[in-house]
């Protein structure tokens, strides 16, 4: 096998800044940035407001749980603080168990009950 030459320091540095460049470009065209420049930074459900280094704690919900939808003028999204974000993919996913809708601040429906037939166990004699 042939030993591939050393990069040169110039040549490093320049593709180091290509990627930097690239990488910023990504971040400036995100979804999440678009989200970020278009919304007040207060989560959605709660309330609270983000700055500085708390706003990495935003998050970007996708309303219809779609995260390929990302029209521009952000319809289809909103945003939800950590919690508030994990909050709502848990309703989501127990809204698919159970028929009845979980809103927010009610409590999701019990997978199973640990007190079946528990008047059969103490009735044994």
Do not use: I
Request: charged content about 30%; some cysteine.
């Amino acid at each position: 096998m042939k030993k591939q030459p050393a990069e040169s320091d110039a040549e490093r540095k320049a593709r180091l800044l290509r990627e930097l460049r690239r990488d910023q470009h990504v971040r400036r065209t995100s979804y999440r940035a678009r989200a970020l420049q278009l919304f007040p930074h207060v989560c959605a459900s709660c309330g609270r407001e983000f700055t500085g280094k708390r706003l990495r704690e935003l998050t970007v919900h996708h309303k219809d749980h779609d995260y390929h939808n990302n029209p521009n003028d952000g319809s289809n999204w909103m945003l939800l603080c950590l919690y508030c974000h994990d909050h709502e993919h848990e309703s989501h996913a127990s809204d698919a168990r159970s028929s009845k809708p979980v809103t927010f601040g009610e409590a999701a429906p019990p997978v199973a009950n640990p007190f079946d037939n528990l008047d059969q166990l103490l009735k044994k004699d």
